[in-house]
């Protein structure tokens, strides 16, 4: 059974710095297409970023460009958020994605499994 595990999640102020943490058990990591999804409270779980399983491509929702970097480690099974200059509306539970079959995993019907998610709180 794949199982995704978050971390690194917590309380910053604006214009910190926080690093999530993505560990993935139970099936072939390097043939995953992962990403990171997050949601608010009240609002619906959108897409933030994804990289395919060499991690030779990127892609980012347009309010995190810049701003967040998302990497992979094959060898630790493990896919990292870089989140840089970070505001209040960046404050929701961030979510680990996995798409065993396809290049990128930035939608929420492509997504095959998901982490149980890791809270992030911006205060202003």
């Known amino acids: 059974q794949v199982q995704l595990v978050e971390s690194g999640g917590g309380l910053v102020q604006a214009g910190g710095s926080l690093r999530l943490s993505c560990l993935v058990s139970?099936?072939?990591?390097?043939?995953?297409?992962m990403g990171w999804f997050r949601q608010a409270p009240g609002k619906e779980r959108k897409f933030v970023a994804t990289?395919?399983?060499?991690?030779?491509?990127?892609y980012y929702a347009d309010s995190v460009k810049g701003r967040f970097t998302i990497s992979r480690d094959n060898a630790k099974s493990t896919v990292l958020l870089q989140m840089n200059s970070l505001s209040p509306e960046d404050t929701a539970v961030y979510y680990c994605?996995?798409?065993?079959?396809?290049?990128?995993?930035?939608?929420?019907?492509?997504?095959?499994?998901w982490g149980q998610g890791t809270q992030v709180t911006v205060s202003s």
């Open positions: 990289i395919n399983r060499s991690g030779a491509i990127v």
């Open positions: 994605a996995a798409n065993a079959g396809g290049s990128v995993v930035s939608t929420l019907d492509g997504t095959d499994y």
């Open positions: 139970g099936g072939t990591f390097s043939t995953y297409a």
